[in-house]
């Protein structure tokens, strides 16, 4: 499959093969969130590097929400330019 055929990402919008997709609970799971959205596994770790869950659950429960935070923004126009497999470590999480 060519990248462009598969998925965007609901996130950067770069297109999502699935080696490099991972499942995320718009809601934490803990807090009985059921919802989930597939994207690149390198933006799912940026949002858990950056936020609790209950952060998650009371503030950013949504994919819009979750644009709107100053970091990820950033991470977004940066990670926009990189390949669509593309992955690197993001640091471990800052607060909790």
Request: net charge positive; proline share 9%; with cysteine.
């Amino acid at each position: 499959m060519a990248e462009q055929d598969h998925p965007p990402c609901p996130l950067c919008g770069r297109p999502m093969p699935p080696e490099a997709s991972n499942e995320h609970h718009l809601v934490p799971k803990s807090f009985g969130g059921r919802e989930t959205v597939t994207l690149h596994r390198i933006c799912h770790r940026k949002i858990h590097s950056l936020l609790s869950e209950k952060e998650l659950r009371d503030g950013y429960a949504s994919i819009e929400a979750l644009r709107e935070h100053p970091e990820i923004a950033k991470f977004v126009k940066w990670v926009r330019k990189r390949p669509a497999g593309y992955y690197s470590r993001t640091e471990s999480m800052q607060r909790r």
